[in-house]
T-cell receptor, first 112, second 113 residues
């Protein structure tokens, strides 16, 4: 089975711009979670989607949003980028068990 | 408020010996715990998990121990191999927080040949 894929792998954006990141979960997995990893804060939960519905959201401003499509693929969007949004964005999918999440390679976002 | 803590930023072990990585948590609602391994520029790789109804789970060279009264879990790797060198994260989840894992800050494990 193919693993979780994320595109693009690397991205450089300018402050004030917006960005969309994409995640394709493992086939059959319906839950997709997103995390932000930074050196200072570690891995922080952004939000989780299941059957196209956001079921949970972390403590991030409204500039961070996401969605899930009927094929379970997910996108996250960050608007009005700030320098502090520079991070590794990780997507994870899970099957029945809500906890055993399998991560993609991440998208490295750099905001200049 | 850091609900999951890994107090050792790094650990150095000789090949063939045991590696013990530790993790403490404060939230009594956590009912599932996991360990992940991460290489630079890659996503975390799931290693092993344990439910709060158990106190031990074993998978090959990896064993996780859970002490609920102390709110402490540990990962034992026996024997350690140079390929185990990576950052190890413990994570915790609870039934009320869909899809959310709370991670520790990670421990860098170095296994010397």
């Amino acid at each position: 089975k193919a693993g979780v894929t994320q595109t693009p792998r690397y991205l450089i954006k300018t402050r004030g711009q917006q960005v969309t990141l994409s995640c394709s979960p493992i086939s059959g997995h319906r839950s997709v979670s997103w995390y932000q990893q930074t050196p200072g804060q570690g891995l922080q939960f952004l939000f989780e989607y299941f059957s196209e519905t956001q079921r949970n959201k972390g403590n991030f401003p409204g500039r961070f949003s996401g969605r899930q499509f009927s094929n379970s693929r997910s996108e996250m969007n960050v608007s009005t980028l700030e320098l502090g949004d520079s991070a590794l964005y990780l997507c994870a999918s899970s099957l029945v068990l809500p906890y055993e999440q399998y991560f993609g390679p991440g998208t490295r976002l750099t905001v200049t | 408020d850091q609900q999951v803590k890994q107090n050792s930023p790094s650990l150095s072990v000789q090949e063939g010996r045991i590696s013990i990585l530790n993790c403490d948590y404060t939230n009594s609602m956590f009912d599932y715990f996991l360990w992940y391994k991460k290489y630079p520029a890659e996503g975390p790789t799931f290693l092993i998990s344990i439910s709060s109804i158990k106190d031990k789970n074993e998978d090959g060279r990896f064993t996780v121990f859970l002490n609920k009264s102390a709110k402490h879990l540990s990962l034992h790797i026996v024997p350690s191999q140079p390929g185990d060198s990576a950052v190890y994260f413990c994570a915790a989840g609870d039934g009320t927080s869909y899809g959310k894992l709370t991670f520790g800050q990670g421990t860098i494990l170095t296994v010397h040949p």
